[in-house]
Every structure is written in C-alpha cells, then in structure tokens.
C-alpha cells in the first residue's frame, strides 16, 4: 500500500482546526477516516455533534469515507468507543492522530487544580487512552501509525502554559517509549508540533502572523507520518506556515570527575559540563 490510499484512520479532536485539515487531507488521499470530535467550546467546556458531522459531510461531499464518533479521548471507554467506531464501519485500524486538545491557560501562581487536571486529561489521558485502545490492534496485523499533536509550549515552555506544556511534552516521553515497544511490530510512533491560525492561537498571535498559518500546511506532514513508507519513529517536528524541522536533545561532552566531586570542583567545571560545542544526540544509557 503506498501513501494512505485504503488505510482507515482515527482523527481525534478533527471536528475544527487541525484535525479537520489532516481529515480532509487523509480522505482524499483515499483513506478511511474516523472523525472524532467531543464539539466543546476551546476550554473544554460543552459538547456536541455538529462539528464531526459537518467535516464527516464535507469530506462525502468530496466523495471520501468518513464517520463521526462524538466521544471524549479522556476515558478508557471513550477511546474504546472511538476505535470500535474504526473496527465496525471500515473493518480495520491503521493509524491514530491524538489530536484533541483544550487551554485553560493560567500563570503558574494563580494555576486552579481544575485547570491543571482539565488539560492534562485531554491531551495526556487522552492520547494514551485513544493510543492504549489501538495498540493491541497495531500489534496483531504488525503495522500501526500514531501521530501525537506536541507542542513548542512543551518543548521549549510558554507563559501562562504549564499545564499545556507539561502534557505536551509528556506526549513526547510516550512517543519515545512506544517508539521502542512498537518497533518490532511496524507500529511508528511520532510527534508533531504545529504552528497553525485555528480558534486556539486566534488570541495570541498578530493576524499577519496568522495569515500564514494555515492548518493546510501541516496536514502532509502529519499524513506523511502514517504511511507505510515512512518508517521514522521517536522523531518529533516542528511545522507551519510552509516549514518543517525536526528537534531533537542533544547531549553535551560534559566532564567526568574521578570520584565524587566537590561543590566547589562541580562550580569550577561548570562551564565545561554546560557547554554544547561538541554536543550528540542524547540516549538512554540504560535502555
Ligand atoms: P482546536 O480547538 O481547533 O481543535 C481541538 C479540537 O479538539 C476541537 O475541535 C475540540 O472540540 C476537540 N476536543 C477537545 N476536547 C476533546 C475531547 N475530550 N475529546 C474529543 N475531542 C476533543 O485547536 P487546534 O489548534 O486545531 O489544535 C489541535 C491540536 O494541535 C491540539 O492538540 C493543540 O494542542 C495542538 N497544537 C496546536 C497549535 C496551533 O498552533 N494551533 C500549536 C501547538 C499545538
């Protein structure tokens, strides 16, 4: 199978924004897509069915396949929903976008428990629950695709953003640990940070800014991660307005003390240790 022609894939969270753009790409590249969308407000609040239906419809306008699933990501029995939606009216699972998201965004110093919990059960529960559902599936036929939506909030931080950014970057920990789970099983597992004008940056970025970012420049990055070509795994990018990069941690030389340094021989190689001249690809040295 080349590209994404005859592959059925979950979009969560693709009712707007985003996950609409990836939808639409997926389904005219001839894949089976599930449009899940919960069809709240952007904090998380409500909940409805009209947005999946309206892209699931754009996309039969099109002549593409698609059903809507109107579940929530953050429950065991909300992504079982989701992927049985997958199983029963395609037959199969191929790829999963985890997608969905909310802001509550709040300094750290005003951060209410409820905005902290909210945020980290849509994004984090959320793609692992939705990830958790598809993986017994991925294993059995020896191929799955999972794309988890990161963010530059995470992976470099962002005021008002710790609840966000710490689920985000979270995501990439899981994205390492099933790149390693799943290798043996053609199940790739990857992340991507997007830059993009939907309702969740429409507040926070210059309009000229946003006029370049349209969701449509990411979706063939995202799309490109679920194909069968593409055997990347334990990558994450950065993509919008027509860019696309990779990040990566980088480890420095640093130094090795002989024995159990002093706080004054830790102070006086401090330089030598934070230093990235010379710097490599970080790794697990137990793994
Ligand atoms: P958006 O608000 O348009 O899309 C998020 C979608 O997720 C909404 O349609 C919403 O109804 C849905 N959703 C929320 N909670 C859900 C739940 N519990 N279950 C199922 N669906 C749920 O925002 P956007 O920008 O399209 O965001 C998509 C993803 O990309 C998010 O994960 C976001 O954090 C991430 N992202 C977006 C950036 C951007 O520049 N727009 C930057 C970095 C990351």
Same mark, same amino acid.
């Given at each position: 199978?080349?590209?994404?022609?005859?592959?059925? *894939?979950?979009?969560?969270?693709?009712?707007?924004? /985003?996950?609409?753009?990836?939808?639409?790409?997926?389904?005219?590249?001839?894949?089976?897509?599930?449009?899940?969308?919960?069809?709240?407000?952007?904090?998380?609040?409500?909940?409805?069915? =009209?947005?999946?239906?309206?892209?699931?419809?754009?996309?039969?306008?099109?002549?593409?396949?698609?059903?809507?699933?109107?579940?929530?990501? %953050?429950?065991?029995?909300?992504?079982?929903?989701?992927?049985?939606?997958?199983?029963?009216?395609?037959?199969?699972?191929?790829?999963?976008?985890?997608?969905?998201?909310?802001?509550?965004?709040?300094?750290?110093? !005003?951060?209410?428990?409820?905005?902290?919990?909210?945020?980290?059960?849509?994004?984090?529960?959320?793609?692992?629950?939705?990830?958790?559902?598809?993986?017994?599936?991925?294993?059995?036929?020896?191929?799955?695709?999972?794309?988890?939506?990161?963010? %530059?909030?995470?992976?470099?931080?962002?005021?008002?953003?710790?609840?966000?950014?710490?689920?985000?970057?979270?995501?990439?920990?899981?994205?390492?640990? /099933?790149?390693?789970?799943?290798? !043996?099983?053609?199940?790739? *597992?990857?992340?991507?940070?997007?830059?993009?004008?939907?309702?969740?940056?429409?507040?926070?970025?210059?309009?000229?800014?946003?006029? !370049?970012?349209?969701?449509?420049?990411?979706?063939?990055?995202?799309?490109?991660?679920? %194909?069968?070509?593409?055997?990347?795994?334990?990558?994450?990018?950065?993509?919008?307005?027509?860019?696309?990069?990779?990040?990566?941690?980088?480890?420095?030389?640093?130094?090795?003390?002989?024995?159990?340094?002093?706080?004054?021989?830790?102070?006086?190689?401090? !330089?030598?240790? %934070? =230093?990235?001249?010379?710097?490599?690809?970080?790794?697990?040295?137990?793994?």
């Amino acid at each position: 199978m080349s590209g994404v022609q005859g592959r059925v *894939v979950v979009v969560t969270g693709a009712g707007g924004g /985003l996950g609409r753009a990836y939808a639409l790409l997926l389904a005219r590249s001839g894949a089976s897509v599930v449009v899940n969308d919960l069809g709240g407000a952007r904090d998380g609040s409500g909940a409805g069915h =009209s947005m999946a239906d309206a892209v699931v419809a754009e996309i039969r306008a099109l002549g593409g396949n698609a059903v809507a699933n109107y579940d929530s990501v %953050t429950t065991a029995r909300g992504a079982a929903a989701i992927v049985g939606t997958a199983i029963e009216e395609f037959g199969a699972l191929h790829g999963v976008v985890n997608n969905a998201g909310i802001l509550r965004d709040a300094a750290f110093h !005003k951060m209410a428990d409820e905005q902290w919990d909210a945020v980290l059960e849509v994004h984090l529960a959320g793609g692992y629950h939705v990830t958790r559902e598809a993986w017994p599936h991925f294993r059995e036929q020896g191929f799955g695709r999972v794309v988890m939506a990161t963010s %530059t909030s995470g992976l470099y931080g962002n005021f008002g953003q710790s609840n966000y950014g710490t689920a985000k970057n979270a995501l990439v920990g899981l994205v390492n640990t /099933l790149a390693l789970e799943g290798a !043996k099983y053609n199940i790739r *597992v990857n992340a991507v940070a997007p830059m993009a004008a939907t309702r969740m940056t429409e507040d926070v970025a210059p309009a000229e800014l946003l006029e !370049k970012l349209a969701p449509e420049h990411i979706a063939p990055v995202v799309g490109h991660l679920l %194909t069968e070509e593409c055997e990347d795994s334990g990558t994450v990018l950065v993509a919008g307005g027509g860019q696309v990069h990779r990040v990566q941690l980088f480890q420095s030389k640093g130094v090795t003390f002989d024995d159990v340094p002093t706080l004054q021989q830790v102070a006086d190689r401090w !330089k030598d240790i %934070t =230093s990235m001249d010379g710097a490599v690809p970080g790794t697990n040295p137990v793994g």
